[in-house]
């Protein structure tokens, strides 16, 4: 199966570096236009780009700076108590405590997404918004000189008619090339509606915006937000995994067509429409309040100790037929994710021979599964007695020690290795805001159909943290024991 992901940050340049465009517009031209989108025309310092007297609101930045913030609230500031301009401290909050590292061989061929955690970026970056195409022009005369700038608006604005305000956001510098492609990758999700200021961008599918000269095959699935550029063929790809941009090709780049401001809508519609149209999309996790937090942990505990107590008895009879059949160990042990994307020890009776990692890898061109998961209908790794306790999932009773634990949960998502979670980040995020069960929505539902259980994991995954609630925990219960006991 051929699949597309995400370009690597640290091998995919930035657009002013190598000439890497989309719908003819490299990364900062992009970002001009997603403010356009608002009525809000970018003005950077030094630049020659004329100030368009249309254009509703101007935000004064640096050279090279990428932004992305919450217009709304500052709209109120400037339509309340009308300042000549307002200076902004924007506060990045960016990395919300990690960031993403994409790995690449030495070809630049996608390996793995990697997580990265850490403390959120620091930074503060200042800029102004005036409704004054005067003031706008006098940040852009200042050529790459910050200091003599914020002077000359200082200067030329009375102290009663400019307010200061702060605001948290996300600052990407353009001149590293890897903050760059972080921009970029936000941007595909964040902005659902790029044809508003870019002529050449076509919904071709949800979420999916595609040059109207490119090709798309007629069974390509995508999955998360994607953009295609000029010249793309995508006849022969099976599935295109996002957020991502598929860039120009370079010997197809388009023209850069010119913004029309009397066409834009005001800035406040745009907004409100780009939020409502991205919360049709946006994954909401319910929120437990503590006491519901404290019954569905009580619970597990109280379902974990009662399962122990009738199982652990026949814990030495099930290590003996395993001994018998492939010697030991008797248990395998699994690094998996749990809340947060913190790791723990996943526990299980072994089901599989001893040297199933090397058999896997021989037999990698013969999965069944369309997504990060490795399945057969006949795994020669699985001994004769791993096929019957999976089919009885008795492989799975050591894991309620997992629950008596804290790293899981008797109901949630299936539990997954880092590898796994990386392959559609709002997925991952989503399934990673609870613990892991050890039987879950996918587990009773999923249909198997070849080439629909990853779109499947996805789907019930999402539904399960969106839904999450006592009643579904009990119906997944339910129709675990149905299955298990064939009813």
């Known amino acids: 199966m051929t699949t597309i992901t995400e370009p690597h940050p640290a091998a995919a340049p930035a657009a002013k570096a190598n000439g890497r465009t989309v719908w003819g517009l490299t990364p900062l031209q992009l970002h001009d236009r997603f403010w356009a989108a608002r009525g809000v025309q970018i003005v950077r310092m030094g630049s020659v780009q004329p100030i368009d007297a249309n254009a509703e609101l101007f935000m004064l930045v640096g050279p090279n700076v990428l932004t992305m913030f919450r217009l709304h609230p500052l709209l109120d500031t400037l339509n309340w108590l009308h300042p000549r301009v307002l200076f902004i401290r924007l506060r990045n909050t960016a990395e919300h405590g990690y960031r993403e590292q994409l790995i690449a061989d030495e070809h630049d061929r996608f390996v793995r997404f990697e997580r990265v955690y850490g403390g959120a970026d620091s930074r503060v970056t200042r800029m102004a918004m005036t409704t004054d195409p005067h003031l706008a022009g006098i940040w852009r005369d200042h050529a790459h000189d910050p200091a003599n700038a914020w002077r000359a608006l200082r200067k030329d604005v009375d102290r009663n008619q400019r307010i200061t305000a702060s605001v948290d956001g996300a600052v990407y510098n353009g001149d590293f090339d890897r903050e760059v492609m972080h921009f970029v990758r936000q941007l595909v999700q964040v902005w659902r509606r790029p044809a508003a200021t870019i002529a050449r961008a076509v919904n071709s599918a949800d979420a999916v915006w595609s040059d109207r000269d490119s090709i798309l095959g007629d069974q390509t699935r995508f999955i998360g937000p994607v953009w295609i550029g000029a010249g793309r063929d995508l006849s022969n790809i099976e599935s295109i995994v996002g957020p991502t941009i598929l860039w120009d090709d370079p010997d197809a780049i388009p023209e850069t067509d010119v913004i029309d401001w009397r066409l834009i809508e005001p800035f406040a519609t745009h907004e409100q429409h780009e939020t409502a149209h991205a919360g049709e999309r946006r994954i909401r996790p319910r929120r437990l309040s503590r006491l519901q937090l404290a019954g569905k942990r009580a619970f597990d505990i109280v379902f974990a100790l009662l399962v122990l107590t009738v199982t652990l008895p026949f814990y030495p009879l099930i290590m003996l037929a395993i001994w018998v059949e492939d010697g030991s160990p008797f248990f395998f042990v699994h690094r998996r994710e749990t809340r947060g994307g913190r790791e723990f020890p996943c526990l299980k009776f072994r089901t599989m021979r001893n040297d199933a990692e090397k058999l896997k890898q021989k037999l990698a ?123």
């Open 365 to 487: 061109a013969a999965n069944q599964a369309d997504g990060p998961q490795f399945f057969m209908d006949n795994d020669p790794r699985l001994t004769r007695l791993g096929r019957i306790m999976r089919k009885l999932n008795i492989d799975e009773l050591p894991q309620f020690f997992n629950v008596l634990l804290g790293q899981m949960s008797v109901v949630g998502p299936r539990p997954s290795p880092h590898g796994e979670n990386q392959f559609c980040p709002p997925w991952r995020e989503a399934r990673l805001s609870v613990r892991p069960g050890i039987t879950g929505l996918w587990q009773v539902l999923r249909s198997r159909k070849q080439g629909l259980d990853f779109q499947e994991w996805i789907r019930y995954d999402i539904e399960y943290v969106e839904s999450l609630n006592w009643r579904m925990d009990l119906w997944i219960i339910w129709r675990t024991l149905r299955h298990m006991l064939r009813i």
